[in-house]
Structures are given as C-alpha cells and as structure tokens.
C-alpha cells in the first residue's frame, strides 16, 4: 500500500474524484417549445435519463445570455439565462430535480472573454476615461498603423481589432465579437468572482472553466515567436509558439483566489479546460497542490486522430507520482465525435474504446450521445452556424457534426429532439437507428453497455480512485492495473484489430468483458477490439 493510500484510506473523497460527468449542451439536447432549440425545460425533462446511466453528475454548457455569435461563449451577462433557454427559474427547477436524483451541477463560466454586447465592454470602449477604460484589453497601434503585435486568434486572422471611438486596438483571442477581460486589473477578478458566487450560492457544484489559462496576456505584448512546423498548419495561428498570449504565471494566482472562494464553500469544484501545446505538462502545472484547480482537462484525447495503445497508456504515465488529479473525455462540443475522429467503425471498438476510458484515473467526462456511440454528423455548407466551422471549412461539419440534435426516437420530425423539423442544425438520418428509443430495446447496445461499465467504476475503488501502472503486453493491447488498498484490477484493451493473448496468475474474476473474451486456464484471450476488465488477487498480474 503506498502512503498516499494509507493516509486517505479511511477518508471519503470528494464527489469529484474518479466521478463520471455527463456534459449536456442544451442547444441540442431536448426542445421543450417547439422552436428547434434545445433549452432547460428540455434538460428538466431528460434528467431522468440522465440519471439512469449511472454517471454522478451533469455539466451544462453556457445558457447565459448572449447574442450567440459563438453560441453561447459569448456572455453578455453572467448574471442571466438567455430567453432562448428560459428563465432563471427553470434553471432553479432543474438543479433541484438534478440533486433530488442524486446528480451534482457544474456550469460553465467564461472568464477569458465576454461578448462586445456586454454592458463592460460597452462602457469601456465608449472612451479611455470612463470607470471601466481597463477593464478590456486596449493598445496602441504601431508607428505604422497596424497592430500592437503578432498575436493570431484561435478562429483566425490577427488577435486585434481597431475601435474608431477609442482610437485603439482590442484583444480577442477568439471571435472580434469576444473581447478579453484585463485580469491585470484586481477590479475584473472581483467582478467575475462575484458572478462566481452568484451561482454558487444559488447552489451549483462547480464549474467548468473555459480556456482557462488564457486569462493573462504578457504585460509588455512581446511577438510570439514561430512554431517549429514540419509541414503547414490547418490554422494561421498554429504557426505560432503562444508563449506571451496564454498561460502566463500570473493565472496561476488569481487561480489560488479562485481556489480560496469555492473552499469556503462545501464541496464545490472546478475543472479547467487547458488548452496549450505540449497540452499534458499544462495540465498537470494548472492542478498542482492545493492552491489551483481541482482537476482539468486538455486536448491530449480530445485531438488523437488515433486510438493506439500508447495514447491512453502516456495518460496514465504523465500523472504517475503526480499530486494533482487529472480529467479525460472523448468527445465534446469543441471535437468531431470519436467515433468518427477515432476510426472506430463498429459498435465492439466502440465500446472498447470507451471502456479503456472508463477505467483511466480520473474523473471522466461523456458527452451527449457518445453513450449512444454517434458518429460525427453530416452537416451541408449552407447549414453549418458554427464560426469556426465556416471559417476553417474544408468540406467537413467541423464542430457542428458534433452538435446537432441527439435523437431520442427514431421517427418523429426531429427525432424526438423537438416537434419541428426546423432545428437549429438539421438532424443527420444515420442517427435514427441509434435514436435513445432503439437502443433501449437492443440489450447489446453502446448503451446498455456504458450503463454496465459505469456501473463497474461506481463499484469499483479501484477504478474509481486507485493508483494505476501500465503493463507490458503485445503489440497492439493496451494493458494497465488499477489498484486500491488490498483490489487490484487489471485493464485489457486490444486497439489493432488482431486476436491476443495475456497471461494472469492466481485467482480471477471478469468484471465486464467483450462477449468473445475469454479468461482460461490464466489466460486472457482477447478477440480483436475485444477487451476484459479482471479483478485478481494481490500481486496475481504478470506482465
């Protein structure tokens, strides 16, 4: 037992550590009126669903107000629910039904960026005097006239936009329409620390933190130096190393403000999104001690274009002896599905690929209809709403083919998702037979089958909060051990599509297995993009 172990051995941990976390973008997820769009009646209605998986919790994407140029990441107050969700009090109805069915709530908060619609930048871009002349930020332009530097937007073309009432530039990392708050000023972290308690008090769980190490820009805005490309980026700004526009130290501060408040609060929490290259270091720096986030993601899993054994196995190694805690997904809103993305063209590497998931250490996020194991959409030109998507088109939905409307039956005008045909992203026809109602009624389905791994997590303390050591095994298997106290549990994964074999010692029992895996004579067969998820005895695994 290693001394991590023996020290919180008979404490509980938090709900968050080693929860299972289903992400819900209420856009797309349930239309309770009829207008296309999905909106928090529509979450209220589905909780019961949600529920049923098994998972601990539920994150909502942003419902706040905005004008929707980046659907909601675009905050034109923190304060309010858009009217195209409903009402503060639908939100309030559906935290409630949420925590009576068990489920703990986080919301989204973006910090980095409002909209140019919010009531801030207004004030502060209408001159350089007025009380909020720094609550954004504003340069000058060059001798020249151009702008104050090289930074590029994440969505393309320069980081700058000139304002003709102030006579200067201003930062957006993002859309021109997504201007950035000066954390530089003590008066911005009050403010959005404030909305912090707003909702906090109203009694969420926790929030997920939007592009959170881009809160800080370099005081001086130095150029950003060129990245090292071995063959020319799909995107301008991947042709540059964002030393001085992200993930500055000073982030790291205001995160121990941030860490401060949610403490004095019982059982709150936060998961960051961390978006950086190399993206594992960033991530293990923005969790470390007690001072920083809870836990966090990056785009480590999110960007694979590969599942290979290696992949899932250098998330295991990052974190080994690491004290912070880390969180992993698949899919979201931002990502082609992985399905798609991952090549996994039938259901068995489906569910293999999402056990190996559900047995990584951390907590893990699903998104909405990865249950269901969806492919990313089709999506025509014509119908694609998402910026990114339009701007980077390369024939392909980008991140629309992960958004549109989940299907809950197979029949209806939209599926289930609303009665009208009109959503606001069409519906793609492949999605019907692996409509909610479907798979329901197919006991071999994705779903069926994450509802019985999850259940294995929940049961397991091993899985859910043990240690875990990768395992030599043949090419092509990913193995690791998961181990808790006196459990230790071996995870075998083959990701190549070849039959293999793994020899384990002593006593075993399969937790949950591919139908065609088979433990004999202390051997693990393996059929290909099969997998086996093995309780042993002590010290009984040989790699």
Known sequence: MSTGQRDNASKTPPWWRGAVIYQIYPRSFRDSNGDGVGDLKGVLEKLDYVASLGVDGVWLSPFFASPMKDFGYDVSDYRKVDPLFGTLADFDAA????????????????????????????????????????????????????????????????????????????????LIEQPDLNFWNSEVQEAVLDAARFWLDRGVDGFRLDVINFLFHDWELRDNPQADLKRPAPMPTLFQKHVHDRSRPQALEFLARLRALMDSYESRMTVGEVVDDPPLPRQLEYTAGDQRLHTAYSFYLLAAKAATPDLFARSLTSWSGARGWPSWSLGNHDVERFPSRLAATSADEIKTLLAALLCLRGSIFLYQGDELGLPQASVPFEALKDPFAIAGYTGEAGRDGARTPIPWTPDGPSAGFSATAASWLPLDPAHRPLAVAQQEAAPDSVLHFVRAMIAVRAASPALRRGEARVLEAPAGVLAFERSWLGERVLCLFELSGQAAKFPVEGSAEVLLKSPAAQLSDGVVNLPPFGFAIVSVTANAVDG
């Open 95 to 174: 935290l409630a039904r949420a925590h009576d069915l068990g489920l703990k709530v986080i919301i989204d908060q973006v910090w980095s960026h409002t909209s140019d619609r919010h009531p801030w930048f207004l004030e502060s871009s209408g001159s350089r005097e007025n009380p909020k002349a720094d609550w954004y930020v504003w340069a000058d332009a060059q001798n020249d006239g151009t702008a104050p530097n090289n930074w590029l937007a994440v969505f393309g073309g320069p980081s700058w936009t000139w304002s003709p009432r102030r006579r200067q530039y201003y930062l957006h990392n993002f």
